[in-house]
């Protein structure tokens, strides 16, 4: 979905460096989600966003940081990789101003990250 | 752990047959959402069952759920090549159901 955007869509790093991953989205949501995704399994929600001043961990927060700078922009860290960090990570949005959304997701195409 | 899981993890068939996905959840839910994703590209929403609804239909897609069994299906009917992906349910929880929870998914292949 073009109105989600990732950046970088693919990272090859090593072990024990910083990486940031990014997310941009021009739908105007309130509400952004970052996800990783094994293969084999579904998505795994790392930390979710419902508004700028709003941070929330998921299931699997250790290791990761984010930050929402703006509403259109949520931002993913990972303070030093671990190769069990190799994903693939998904950036996802939702808008809340109408009850009947029903959090209906839209998500970007993904970054592949490596860490060797 | 996950919430939803998948049944069958993968489903082979030609086209023209019907496919069909089943999704078991743990917890009550406000929602349930089945996605598409094509090989290593980003989910794509296809429909919404409400935890009142027993029944839903979008063009070729027919979803059931069933709240007592905790359990939900995804049919596509006349399958084509192009329906090609793997196919998730994702849970909206009773509490907490601004965020979802993604089952492991059936990996789908419709042969010409």
């Known amino acids: 979905d073009a109105d989600v955007t990732q950046t970088p869509r693919n990272r090859i790093t090593k072990t024990g460096k910083r990486i940031m991953l990014e997310c941009s989205q021009t739908?105007?949501?309130?509400?952004m989600y970052w996800y990783r995704q094994d293969p084999g399994l579904g998505l795994q929600l790392i930390y979710y966003?419902?508004?700028?001043?709003?941070?929330n961990k998921g299931e699997i927060s250790d290791g990761y940081s984010v930050s929402r700078q703006a509403q259109a922009k949520f931002s993913l860290s990972l303070e030093s990789a671990i190769p069990n960090q190799t994903a693939l990570y998904f950036c996802?949005?939702?808008?809340?101003?109408?009850?009947?959304?029903?959090?209906?997701?839209?998500f970007g195409p993904g970054t592949r990250l490596t860490v060797l | 752990s996950q919430q939803g899981e998948e049944d069958p993890q993968a489903l082979s068939i030609q086209e023209g047959e019907n496919a069909t996905m089943n999704c078991s959840y743990k917890?009550?839910?406000?929602?349930l959402q089945w996605y598409r994703q094509n090989s290593g590209r980003g989910l794509v929403h296809l429909i919404l069952?409400?935890?009142?609804?027993r029944e839903k239909h979008s063009g070729r897609l027919r979803v059931t759920l069933d709240t007592s069994k905790k359990s939900s299906s995804l049919l596509i009917t006349a399958s084509r090549a192009a329906d090609t992906a793997s196919y998730f349910c994702?849970?909206?929880?009773?509490?907490?159901?601004?965020?979802?929870?993604f089952g492991a998914g059936t990996r789908l292949a419709v042969h010409p």
């Open positions: 996802a949005t939702s808008d809340a101003r109408t009850a009947s959304s029903y959090n209906e997701q839209f």
């Open positions: 069952i409400r935890s009142n609804e």
């Open positions: 994702a849970t909206g929880l009773v509490r907490g159901y601004n965020k979802l929870i």
């Open positions: 917890t009550s839910i406000n929602n």
């Open positions: 739908k105007g949501h309130d509400r």
């Open positions: 966003s419902f508004d700028v001043k709003d941070i």
